[in-house]
């Protein structure tokens, strides 16, 4: 669960610099525009994403393997 939600704040992220650097947005181009369907999930999954990475900054780090 943490690495998709790592993955779909990555695409967020990459996203809003897309559109801080060259004003297009990724999202709404490959999914028919900002009101789609398609676009509104995606924009929701990665909110969702977002909110749930908080809880990484407060778990406690584990063990590296060995």
Known sequence: MDRLALVLVIIGALNWGLIG???WDLVAS???GQSALLSRVVY???GIAGAYCI???FRERS???E
Do not use: D, M, Y
Request: net charge positive.
């Open 55 to 57: 809880s990484l900054l």
């Open 21 to 23: 650097l060259f004003q």
């Open 44 to 46: 929701t999954l990665v």
């Open 63 to 65: 063990q590296q393997r």
């Open 30 to 32: 490959l999914f028919g």
